[in-house]
């Protein structure tokens, strides 16, 4: 099976187990349904993604980049998408800071957590391709060619510091990318740390 056949492989599996978990959780509420869908359905993606391309050489990272990228489109509509299921977390939990329970509070934290490791993964993927594409390399990570263990510390370190200190970036297109990225992520941390603040003050209730 081909690259580009292998990427809606995982996208199809991972809607199918999204839709499945949904339906499971309907007798929770349609919220809770959803939002249970949503969180299988892209951590499965992710983790697919990463268990996929971790273990790739420098050559592997390369061929398998410049195929790999869903296109910006359906790039964007990913994160819209998590974006929201993060907000739909927030949501369950403030409800559940309220009594409605461990368990909506738990599913929203839940919802949070797959929408930031999807963020990631997708970001992660998109620099991967910018910099294969590129004429020249637009990030600087030193001597050595890089993996998409590589890309995954650029992005991972951009979602939870907001900046990197040791790889520069050197286009600016890809400081356009990053600059959405880290707003993206700053909006994400807030919501986590809400998710946070109204479960300890529920479960202190």
């Not at 020249?136 to 200190?165: K, R, W």
């Not at 970036?169 to 356009?176: D, G, V």
Request: charged fraction near 10%; include cysteine; aromatic fraction near 10%.
């Amino acid at each position: 099976m081909g690259r580009t056949a292998h990427r809606y492989v995982r996208l199809a599996v991972s809607l199918i187990l999204g839709i499945v978990a949904g339906l499971l959780g309907g007798p929770l509420g349609p919220g809770a349904g959803a939002l249970l869908g949503w969180s299988v359905g892209a951590l499965v993606y992710g983790l697919w993604t990463w268990g996929r391309v971790w273990g790739l050489d420098v050559d592997q990272t390369r061929a398998h980049a410049q195929e790999e990228d869903p296109g910006r489109g359906l790039m964007d509509a990913l994160l819209v998408v998590a974006a929201i299921g993060s907000v739909g977390g927030v949501a369950l939990v403030l409800v559940a800071a309220k009594g409605s329970g461990i368990a909506a509070a738990t599913l929203g934290v839940a919802g949070v957590v797959a929408s930031w490791v999807l963020i990631h993964t997708v970001y992660g993927v998109r620099y991967a391709d910018l910099y294969f594409s590129a004429p020249a390399p637009p990030i600087d990570f030193g001597d050595e060619q890089p993996t998409y263990t590589d890309f995954a510390y650029l992005s991972f370190c951009l979602g939870m510091t907001y900046q990197i200190s040791d790889t520069n970036l050197k286009t600016r297109q890809l400081r356009k990318v990053v600059l959405w990225h880290t707003l993206l992520s700053y909006f994400l941390g807030a919501v986590v740390l809400a998710c946070t603040i109204n479960l300890v003050s529920g479960l202190a209730a």
